[in-house]
């Protein structure tokens, strides 16, 4: 719609969520992850070749969820 200030401030809430998930894990790990976070699937398991969201890469997820307010 052209309002540039609320396409920034948009931006700026959810880009850290965007940098955690696509540098700390495979994408489909991390999407199924944040998913279960937010209770829309009931679990975030993944089969072979693809292996569970590292302790540090949930830390990270989870404070970028926070950041974009999709957790409290």
């Known amino acids: 719609a052209g309002d540039l200030a609320t396409a920034t401030a948009a931006h700026r809430k959810l880009e850290p969520l965007v940098r955690a998930v696509m540098t700390h894990v495979p994408g489909t790990v991390a999407?199924?992850?944040i998913l279960?976070?937010?209770g829309r699937i009931a679990s975030p398991r993944v089969r072979l070749p693809l292996v569970p969201?590292?302790?540090p890469a949930r830390n990270a997820i989870r404070a970028a969820m926070v950041h974009a307010g999709l957790l409290n």
Request: glycine content about 12%; hydrophobic content about 35%; proline content about 0%.
């Open 53 to 55: 969201v590292s302790e």
């Open 36 to 38: 279960h976070g937010l």
């Open 31 to 33: 999407a199924k992850y």
